[in-house]
């Protein structure tokens, strides 16, 4: 059996990908960030919220621990993309997988549902909100790196 972890060299890249979750607040800006950092070479990466969100400032502080940054980027929903085809939508939160489902049915787009804990309930106190943060980094960090290549740790263009 090949190792899961060669998995994406097997694999064509896609031209394009969604980050698709609730409010893109947390998971799929966090997700956009780490796999844009990877510099894919013709690859368009996105992220959007099914519903309107506002900007999570443990966010930011995750990603500065580990190099990457939004810069000014705010959370926008499928109504907001400047386009809204992609070869590739993975989806983070239930609710976002039952979206790409219904908006893809008609076309031959791949959705991949990648289930991620939300950060927001995982804890009561500040240094276990930024664990449960930490916690989703670094599993999206994991399956990022499992599909498409290793990821590196340096700062954004603050795009």
Known sequence: MDNPADTHK???LPSSI???????????????AITKNLALPGVYVASAGVRHGER???VDAVLDEVGLS??????????DLEDDF????????PEAH??????TRASS????????PDPTVEADTRDQQLAAYRDVRDRLS???EERFGHVKSAPLDGT
């Open 10 to 12: 097997d694999r064509a």
């Open 18 to 32: 969604l980050f698709l979750c609730g409010m893109n607040a947390i998971r799929s800006p966090m997700a956009e």
């Open 56 to 58: 999570d400032p443990f």
């Open 70 to 79: 939004l810069g000014k980027r705010q959370p926008q929903t499928l109504d």
């Open 86 to 93: 992609f070869d590739l939508i993975i989806t983070l939160a």
């Open 98 to 103: 039952h979206a790409a489902l219904e908006l």
């Open 109 to 116: 787009v791949e959705v991949v549902y990648w289930p991620m």
């Open 142 to 144: 994991a399956m990022i």
